[in-house]
C-alpha cells in the first residue's frame, strides 16, 4: 500500500496544487542535473537518494521524472523506472537537420508577419542576452536563449510548425546546454540571433532562412566539439 507522503490521490484540492508546484520545482532542479552532467547518459535515477538529497518525498519525484520524460530528456523502462535519455550520434544529427529546416521554415513567416511590438520584444531578449553573455554565466544566458527561440517560434503564426519545432528543440536539450557551457561561444552564439532579428526586422523572408537556419547548423557543430570533448574529458 502506498503512504500518503508517495501519492497525491487523497490530497485535498489545496495541497494537490501545492503538490504540483513542489513538482515544478523539483522538475527544475533534476533538469539542472542533468544538462549539467550531474547524472550521466543512461543513468538510473534512484528516486528514494534523490528525494533524500532534495528533502522532499517521491511523489513529486516522479511527477517531476514524468513530466521530463514528456520533453524527451528521460526514459521510463517498464519494471525499471526512470532514466536519463541521450540521444545516439545519428539520432542527434537526424533531429539537428530537421529541426534546422523547420527553424529555417519559422523565420521566412515571422519575417512575412512580425510587429514592431515583437521586433522590440526580440531586440530586448537580444540586448539581454548580449549582456549576461559577457558574465560567461550560460545558467543565466540559456533561459533568455529558449525564450528568444520559443517567441520566435509563437511569431511564426503556424501552431503545429511551432509544436514541431519546439519539440524537435526538446530532443536536443541536453546537447545545446552543454554546447554553449563550452568554451566562449556566448558571444558567438548571439551574433546569430541578432543576424535573426536583423532580417526578420527587415522584412527579409530568404535573409531570414539563411540566418535562422545557419544558426541550428552552427549549432550543432558546437555541439559536435562539446561532446568530443567531453567524451575525451572521460577517457
Given at each position: 500500500?502506498?503512504?500518503?507522503?508517495?501519492?497525491?490521490a487523497d490530497?485535498?484540492?489545496?495541497?494537490?496544487?501545492?503538490?504540483r508546484s513542489?513538482?515544478?520545482?523539483?522538475?527544475?532542479?533534476?533538469?539542472?542535473?542533468?544538462?549539467?552532467?550531474?547524472?550521466?547518459?543512461?543513468?538510473?535515477?534512484?528516486?528514494?537518494?534523490?528525494?533524500?538529497?532534495?528533502?522532499?518525498?517521491?511523489?513529486?519525484?516522479?511527477?517531476?521524472?514524468?513530466?521530463?520524460?514528456?520533453?524527451?530528456?528521460?526514459?521510463?523502462?517498464?519494471?525499471?523506472?526512470?532514466?536519463?535519455?541521450?540521444?545516439?550520434?545519428?539520432?542527434?544529427?537526424?533531429?539537428?537537420?530537421?529541426?534546422?529546416?523547420?527553424?529555417?521554415?519559422?523565420?521566412?513567416?515571422?519575417?512575412?508577419?512580425?510587429?514592431?511590438?515583437?521586433?522590440?520584444?526580440?531586440?530586448?531578449?537580444?540586448?539581454?542576452?548580449?549582456?549576461?553573455?559577457?558574465?560567461?554565466?550560460?545558467?543565466?544566458?540559456?533561459?533568455?536563449?529558449?525564450?528568444?527561440?520559443?517567441?520566435?517560434?509563437?511569431?511564426?503564426?503556424?501552431?503545429?510548425?511551432?509544436?514541431?519545432?519546439?519539440?524537435?528543440?526538446?530532443?536536443?536539450?541536453?546537447?545545446?546546454?552543454?554546447?554553449?557551457?563550452?568554451?566562449?561561444?556566448?558571444?558567438?552564439?548571439?551574433?546569430?540571433?541578432?543576424?535573426?532579428?536583423?532580417?526578420?526586422?527587415?522584412?527579409?523572408?530568404?535573409?531570414?532562412?539563411?540566418?535562422?537556419?545557419?544558426?541550428?547548423?552552427n549549432g550543432?557543430?558546437?555541439?559536435?566539439?562539446?561532446?568530443?570533448?567531453?567524451?575525451?574529458?572521460?577517457?
Open positions: 500500500m502506498a503512504k500518503a507522503s508517495d501519492t497525491t490530497l485535498s484540492p489545496i495541497d494537490f496544487l501545492r503538490t513542489l513538482a515544478n520545482v523539483v522538475q527544475h532542479e533534476i533538469e539542472r542535473m542533468i544538462v549539467e552532467g550531474e547524472f550521466t547518459p543512461n543513468e538510473r535515477i534512484n528516486e528514494n537518494a534523490l528525494a533524500q538529497q532534495l528533502k522532499v518525498s517521491r511523489g513529486p519525484i516522479r511527477e517531476a521524472c514524468s513530466a521530463l520524460a514528456a520533453l524527451g530528456l528521460i526514459q521510463v523502462i517498464p519494471n525499471r523506472g526512470f532514466f536519463v535519455r541521450e540521444l545516439s550520434d545519428e539520432e542527434a544529427r537526424d533531429v539537428t537537420e530537421a529541426r534546422a529546416y523547420v527553424f529555417a521554415c519559422m523565420m521566412m513567416s515571422v519575417a512575412e508577419r512580425i510587429t514592431n511590438k515583437e521586433i522590440a520584444r526580440l531586440r530586448a531578449l537580444v540586448d539581454r542576452m548580449d549582456a549576461l553573455a559577457k558574465a560567461g554565466e550560460v545558467s543565466d544566458y540559456y533561459p533568455v536563449n529558449l525564450e528568444f527561440h520559443s517567441e520566435l517560434a509563437k511569431m511564426c503564426g503556424n501552431e503545429r510548425l511551432a509544436q514541431i519545432y519546439l519539440g524537435l528543440a526538446r530532443e536536443l536539450h541536453i546537447q545545446r546546454y552543454r554546447a554553449l557551457a563550452s568554451d566562449a561561444v556566448l558571444d558567438i552564439s548571439n551574433r546569430e540571433h541578432r543576424a535573426i532579428l536583423d532580417a526578420v526586422a527587415a522584412h527579409d523572408p530568404q535573409q531570414a532562412f539563411t540566418a535562422g537556419r545557419a544558426h541550428i547548423v550543432a557543430k558546437r555541439t559536435r566539439r562539446a561532446t568530443e570533448a567531453l567524451r575525451h574529458g572521460a577517457d
